[in-house]
């Protein structure tokens, strides 16, 4: 088998599609994307609409750090950015729960954790980068509300850093000893400040801080302070600047509202549905194309099959054709007309023959086509030059007399008549140069009618007289009249309905024909999307045609 095949394989076996098969499922079921993305936007328009809006309060601060000597310095000892820590202090659950408690807003209680962290949520403090400006911002469905937390928020941090800075200056010279006491009893408290934060009181690690704390006061309260020297005042200086944060605060911007609601954001709303939409979409049609078991493209028969169509007829839609049993008559530079050249020309290749070659045409359910094929094969062929008989052995819902505009009283059933001949009962018809054996008048049982030795000798009789017989049968799995010619036939064109005809039943007529010893089996894809490699009709593929009709073998139908 040739490279394409081990693709075709590979493709079957995969359970993702591929790049290519995903874009053609998405192509094929546009119309379902459309529509998905459609209500998603529309769900989105509705929730911009009626979602209910969210304000904005806001700030902006210019904190700056303030020397021993006055000057303001970049960072803090250790290489700690200052502003980036600050605005962890602002945002911290210390501040926020009393700047939020000092409120009394009865839709804020920062009084239990839960409440807290959804305060803590709609907060947003971050520096503004490459500047010791800090952005204060907090969201909330009450407009004051926004503002109010904002403003006692920078409040609140007012009253942090002015006590802050008390402490700094309640710093007394001690000796080299009490110094070190105090290094770790502000080691100890700080230790204790973040565990509170995280545990809360009655925390294991908690106490024991607790304990800590109180040992390292114990040990102040011992000592009586010593005279340090300027070097250990200067540290010691350092240090306190190192805990407290000597800050210059400046508000540049706000406290001010919004005007306008900051949520729901149509900008950001509907592109964000939109795209949403599209990968809805995408996959309710990817969803959609692996639970159909339709066939739609020559791929399609390829993989399911393990097969190759011998011919594929394009969807009508846009013929220039009135009749579309009549297009490669009516339309003969159609697409459609000249896919059914193209099939013409394959099977008299296909066969192999010098002698006259009898196809029928049938399929495995109603509504395939197939006298839709059976029609525009003759008139194509007739078209060719070839000398065409037409066949309706569909006796009970055959219509080629309509198609070919001839008279249904005498056909096929009426060849078990004594005295019919078949010359008599052939007629011509008046839109080509095609004889016609229609299927004749009503009988009670056609299927005894078609067993009849009659049937036979005429379909023999014809294939001496004419290049080519088509002959028109019913459905495979309706009726057993296909399965009972089938035999008497060069070649069996089984066709399948785009979108319609299930792989399930196209592979039991073809596993019936095969059980009744059918020399050769095509397949035929009506109503399909032309392939990537068809342009109008026309195959513009580099790789050589295989001769179709093929003979199938055992294991291609599994």
């Known amino acids: 088998m040739q490279n394409h095949d081990a693709l075709w394989q590979a493709e079957q076996s995969d359970q993702l599609p591929t790049s290519r098969t995903f874009r053609r499922v998405v192509w094929q079921r546009k119309w379902w994307v459309l529509l998905i993305v459609a209500a998603f936007v529309g769900l989105g328009a509705t929730y911009d609409h009626y979602g209910t809006p969210i304000y904005e309060g806001s700030a902006r601060l210019l904190l700056q750090q303030v020397g021993i000597t006055g000057t303001i310095t970049k960072k803090l000892p250790h290489g700690v950015e200052f502003v980036d820590t600050q605005a962890q202090v602002i945002s911290g659950p210390v501040l926020v729960r009393d700047a939020v408690a000092s409120l009394g807003l009865p839709n804020l209680d920062p009084t239990n954790v839960e409440g807290l962290q959804l305060i803590i949520d709609?907060?947003?403090?971050?520096?503004?980068?490459?500047?010791?400006?800090?952005?204060?911002?907090?969201?909330?469905?009450?407009?004051?509300?926004?503002?109010?937390?904002?403003?006692?928020?920078?409040?609140?941090y007012q009253a942090y850093l002015v006590q802050q800075q008390k402490l700094s200056e309640m710093a007394v010279p001690m000796g080299p000893d009490l110094l070190e006491i105090q290094k770790e009893l502000w080691k100890a408290q700080a230790l204790e400040k973040s565990l509170a934060e995280r545990f809360g009181d009655k925390h294991p690690e908690m106490l024991a801080a607790q304990e800590t704390v109180a040992h390292w006061e114990r040990l102040l309260e011992q000592h009586t302070p010593v005279p340090a020297t300027t070097s250990q005042q200067t540290e010691l200086n350092e240090e306190l600047l190192a805990k407290t944060g000597g800050v210059k605060i400046a508000i540049i911007d706000g406290p001010k509202l919004a005007d306008d609601p900051v949520w729901p954001n149509p900008l950001i709303v509907l592109p964000v549905a939109a795209v949403l939409g599209l990968l809805a979409g995408m996959g309710v049609v990817v969803l959609l194309d692996r639970g159909d078991h339709s066939v739609r493209t020559t791929g399609d028969v390829e993989i399911a099959l393990g097969m190759h169509a011998c011919g594929q007829i394009p969807s009508s839609n846009g013929s220039a054709a009135q009749n579309i049993h009549r297009f490669a008559l009516e339309a003969p530079n159609s697409a459609l007309a000249r896919a059914a050249h193209a099939l013409g020309h394959e099977l008299c290749h296909g066969s192999g023959s010098a002698q006259a070659s009898v196809v029928q045409v049938t399929s495995a359910r109603e509504q395939s086509g197939k006298t839709t094929v059976v029609a525009?094969?003759?008139?194509?062929?007739?078209?060719?030059?070839?000398?065409?008989?037409?066949v309706d052995a569909d006796l009970r819902h055959g219509i080629l007399h309509r198609v070919f505009d001839v008279s249904a009283s005498k056909g096929v059933s009426s060849l078990t008549r004594e005295g019919a001949s078949l010359e008599e009962l052939l007629q011509t018809s008046p839109m080509a140069p095609i004889d016609v054996l229609t299927k004749g008048p009503a009988v009670r049982n056609p299927l005894h009618l078609l067993a009849q030795p009659q049937v036979e000798k005429a379909l023999e009789a014809l294939r001496w007289q004419y290049e080519i017989v088509l002959i028109d049968t019913p459905p495979l799995l309706r009726l057993s009249d296909a399965s009972l010619l089938a035999p008497l036939a060069d070649t069996v064109l089984v066709v399948l309905q785009a979108r319609v005809s299930s792989a399930a039943n196209v592979r039991s007529a073809i596993e019936m024909l095969r059980s009744v010893g059918t020399k050769n089996i095509g397949l035929v894809l009506n109503g399909s999307t032309i392939e990537p490699w068809m342009v109008d009709g026309e195959e513009i593929r580099t790789e050589p045609r295989r001769s179709m009709p093929q003979v199938v073998p055992s294991a291609s139908v599994s």
């Open 122 to 156: 709609s907060l947003k403090v971050e520096r503004v980068p490459q500047t010791d400006i800090v952005s204060v911002a907090f969201r909330n469905e009450d407009p004051p509300a926004a503002l109010a937390v904002v403003q006692a928020l920078i409040k609140q």
């Open 376 to 390: 525009n094969l003759a008139f194509s062929l007739a078209a060719q030059g070839k000398k065409v008989c037409v």
